[in-house]
Each structure stands twice: as structure tokens, then as C-alpha cells.
């Protein structure tokens, strides 16, 4: 009972932000699954981290609308007709925003705006007021940086007017991804993007032509952080791997890859089918919600979600790396190390057949490279060499590269760039053309003397963190996180690139 009192006499917490900690603390308070006590320990441990989903799922920890379908039939839920001119097609998705769940309460997609709301756009100004209205209702709405939309490969006219609102507004909220393949986007749009998320940290830019490619289809969304999904389905849950932690239990570099390793992913995805049992078998979700019976969503297009985080971490401590050339990101042995753990993670994930998930991901959990959360210190967001060591641009991309295909549910770099680049975006895409020929499937920029600035993965004002550090309540829901990140995991001293 003190905790829930805590919360209510918080004064940095707005009304909705203790609304779903009173709601954390509910779900928390029984326990459904059968767990054995080899996973319990690895639990207590935080060997295995639950990403605070709590004890009793009631709706999927991430869900991807197929909003094609309110543009084609509206929705008779929500007693909408489909739309026919601009304001219907954006006042359309703000409703339907507001019954879309997830971990966050908030929709974590939003969709390929500029797609859905292409065919609408006649008269550019009444599109571009309309569009800039709706963006800045989404910023102030839809209130947690986690909300994430879409855009391209294609060079659309929506597309422009959404990146002209974004760089105008510099919100925080949606976050913001472009589809980009260089033989599909035109490169003006492609230079508008990167002077866009030079000013607000966004869009970032996904490896169209490896996303399709390993999805198997043009339709699929990056959604929350950077999150990969096949339109239309989803993510039951997300849970984590702490390697760093992990590391620590293993006599030897071959105790941690053959006994450590296996044991200990193998016991996290038994757990991952037994939260997801509850979710489909127990809960009401799947049974009741107009997302299904109207296929905005479809069951079978879900999957489980195995996070890892600590990579470098765990190869440092196991090679007892001190000196810098011997550490994960600069030394052949500890990336030749960090190579092998993940190839060891995706022949066990890859190995195990899950009885929730169906044919499109091939009965499989995804392997997601996790961001972190606002408590790590000392862990480093999945394969990320450490904040304070990164090499030069160019040697950093070539390190990173190898790990990106094993991550098609989500895995990114983050660069920051001087404020000088602003006058040269094209610089910018260049340096993603070589990326992405590299095998980088998702890469975010933004230059230093942003106020919005990209965390881990989600986006925060450094005014609003300035704001919460007084004492006062903001409306993010991720800026407690981004200011703990700050603090604790050093996100905003990224090394500078010039």
C-alpha cells in the first residue's frame, strides 16, 4: 500500500502517468505462469529481465494495425465510415489511435502516414495544415515518445508535408522511421529526411531492401523503438537477456558459449511461451477486441520477442579486456567472441518451435537487440559498443555491420553530428548509402545541438529532462526514463562526429 501511495503524492507524475503505474501495480500483484526454480533463479538474478510487463498480460506488448483497412472500410466498431477527404483520413486514425494497446497504453505504430494519407493530399496547404494539426495532436495525445510512425521508400507529397511539420514542430512524439533503398527513394527525399533528423533526431533510416528481404514482404513496420514487425500482427512479449550478467556465472569463454549460453536462452523462451500461454489461453484479448474480429490484426502474424543486451560487456569480462585494442568493438578476438555469442543465440532461438507463433516467422521467436532500460549501468543496449569508446565513424560501421542480420526484429547504431552538417544533409545520406552497403540494417543521426536527441532508441527533449531534473512534471511518459539513461547509462555523451 505504500507503494501505491507513493505514487498517487508523486508531483512529477501527471494524472495518465499514475493512471498506469496504479495499473503496473495491479498486474503485479498475483502470479499466473508455472515457472520452474532453475528460471526463478535466473529471474532473481536479472539474468533474465520481464521488461516490466508485469505478472498478468493483458494485451500484447506491441500491436501493428494493418490501417489499410480503416482507409478501405473504415471501421464499424468505431462507427467510422472510411474516409474521403484529408480531415476524415487523419481525424480517422486519431480515433482509432486511442483503442490501439500496448505495453504503453499508447499505440506504438502509427502506420506509413504518408502512404495512407497520400492519396487524400489535392490541395497542398489544406493537406499540410491538416497534417501538421494532426502531428501535433499525436505530440500532444498520444504522450510517450514509444509512438512511432512510418514513412516511404517511395518520395510521396504526404511524405514531404510530414517532414516539413516535423522539423517546424521538433516533437518529441511520433517517433519517426523512413523506408529508404536508394534504387526505389529519390535522393531529394532522401537529403530532406537527413536534414530533418538533424533538427529532431528523426526520421531515422531502415534498410528497405534488407527488411523486405527477411521479411519476405514489402509490408512490415518498425514500431516503438525500432522494432520490426510484419503489418498486421505483432509482438506478445519482450524479454531480455542480460549477457553481461550472464558472463559472470561462466568459468571459461567456452563455459559461457556451450553451457552458460544454451541453458539459459533455452530456459528464457520456455518462459516466453508460458507468459505468451496466458495472454492467447487466459486472457480476454484475443477473444473479444474489434482488432481481430475486424482484421485490423491477425493472430498468426504475432510472434515472441528475445531480447539481448550486454554484449560488450560480457566479451570484456570474458576475456578480461582491460586495455582499449583488446576490448569489444576494437579488438579482433573480442569481436570475433561477440560474433560467435550471437551465432550461439540464433541456433538456439532459431532451433525452438513455438506453438503461438505461426508459418510467417516460421514457428519462431525473433531475436531483438535491446536498447536498455533507464536502470542498466554498465550494460550496453544490445551488440552497441559503450558510450565513451566508439571508434571512428567509418571503423565503427564496419564493426557493427556482421551483427545487424541477425536482428531483423530490431537493431540500430545512433550517431551524433556536428551541428555544421546541417548545411551539407547529403553528407548524411552518403555516409547511410555506405552503411547500408555495409549490412547496417537501421542507423540514426541527429546533430548536437538538438533539443530532441535519440536516448537509446526512443526520442526525449533535453528541456523537458531539464524540466523533470527540477522537479516538475512533463508530458512524456519516456523522459523519466531519458533523464535515468542520461545519468546512469551516459546516453547523451555520445562521441561527437565531425
Known amino acids: 500500500m505504500n507503494q501505491v501511495l507513493e505514487i498517487i503524492k508523486n508531483e512529477t507524475l501527471t494524472y495518465n502517468q499514475q493512471l498506469l503505474q496504479l495499473a503496473g501495480y495491479a498486474g503485479n500483484s498475483i502470479e499466473v505462469f508455472d515457472i520452474d526454480e532453475e528460471t ?3 529471474l532473481d538474478a536479472e539474468i533474465i529481465c520481464t521488461m516490466f510487463e508485469g505478472n498478468t498480460p493483458y494485451r500484447p506488448r506491441y500491436v501493428i494495425p494493418n490501417y489499410e483497412v480503416l482507409m478501405e472500410k473504415g471501421c464499424e466498431f468505431l462507427s467510422l465510415e472510411a474516409p474521403t477527404d484529408i480531415w476524415e483520413a487523419t481525424n480517422s486514425l486519431l480515433i482509432l ?16 502516414i504518408d502512404t ?49 511539420a516535423m522539423k517546424e514542430l521538433e516533437c518529441a512524439m511520433p517517433n519517426l522511421t523512413v523506408k529508404y533503398d536508394k534504387d526505389i527513394t529519390s535522393k531529394e527525399f532522401a537529403k530532406l529526411c537527413a536534414s530533418t533528423a538533424l533538427v529532431t533526431a528523426k526520421p531515422s533510416f531502415a534498410n528497405h531492401k534488407m527488411d523486405t528481404a527477411d521479411f519476405g514482404t514489402e509490408n512490415y513496420a518498425l514500431a516503438s523503438c525500432y522494432n ?71 493472430k498468426e502474424l504475432f510472434t515472441g520477442m528475445f531480447g539481448m543486451v550486454g554484449l560488450a560487456e560480457a566479451v570484456n569480462h570474458l ?16 569481436n570475433e567472441l561477440g560474433l560467435k555469442i550471437v551465432e550461439k543465440l540464433n541456433e538456439v532461438v532459431t532451433s525452438y518451435k513455438s506453438p503461438y507463433v505461426g508459418d510467417a516467422y516460421k514457428n519462431n521467436h525473433v531475436m531483438h537487440c535491446q536498447v536498455g532500460i533507464d536502470t542498466d549501468t554498465g550494460i550496453s543496449p544490445g551488440c552497441r559498443i559503450p558510450v565513451g569508446e566508439e571508434p571512428e565513424i567509418f571503423k565503427h560501421i ?3 555491420a556482421p551483427f545487424h542480420k541477425y536482428f531483423f526484429n530490431g537493431i540500430g547504431d545512433i550517431f551524433v ?11 548524411i545520406v552518403n555516409v547511410i548509402d555506405g552503411a547500408f552497403n555495409s549490412g547496417i540494417r537501421y542507423i540514426s543521426a541527429y546533430a548536437g545541438g538538438c533539443d530532441v536527441v535519440r536516448v537509446t532508441g526512443y526520442l526525449v527533449k533535453k528541456s523537458e529532462v531539464a524540466q523533470l531534473e527540477s522537479g516538475q512534471a512533463v508530458k512524456n511518459n519516456a523522459t523519466v526514463f531519458g533523464m535515468n539513461a542520461k545519468n546512469g547509462a551516459k546516453a547523451f555523451d555520445r562521441r561527437l562526429r565531425d
Open 398 to 400: 564496419i564493426q557493427s
Open 40 to 42: 526463478k533463479k535466473l
Open 228 to 298: 520490426g514487425f510484419i503489418v498486421g500482427g505483432g509482438g506478445y512479449t519482450l524479454v531480455r537477456l542480460v549477457l553481461s550478467r550472464l558472463a559472470e556465472t561462466a568459468d571459461s569463454v567456452e563455459d559461457f558459449l556451450y553451457n552458460k549460453l544454451p541453458f539459459a536462452a533455452e530456459k528464457m523462451l520456455n518462459y516466453i511461451d508460458e507468459r505468451i500461454k496466458f495472454l492467447v489461453e487466459e486472457a480476454a484479448f484475443f477473444k473479444t477486441s474489434f482488432l481481430i474480429k475486424e482484421g485490423f490484426i491477425k
Open 116 to 164: 495512407l494519407l497520400n492519396p487524400f493530399v489535392k490541395d497542398e496547404e489544406e493537406a499540410y495544415k491538416a497534417i501538421k494539426l494532426f502531428l501535433k495532436h499525436v505530440d500532444s495525445a498520444l504522450t510517450d515518445s514509444f509512438v512511432h510512425a512510418n514513412i516511404g521508400p517511395v518520395d510521396t507529397k504526404a511524405g514531404r508535408l510530414i517532414l516539413k
Open 97 to 112: 489511435y486511442k483503442h490501439v494497446p500496448s505495453i504503453t497504453s499508447y499505440p506504438v505504430y502509427l502506420g506509413n
Open 319 to 334: 576475456l578480461n579486456a582491460t586495455e582499449q585494442n583488446d576490448r569489444f568493438g576494437y579488438g579482433d578476438e573480442a
Open 417 to 427: 553530428f556536428e551541428d555544421t552538417y546541417k548545411d551539407n544533409p547529403e553528407a
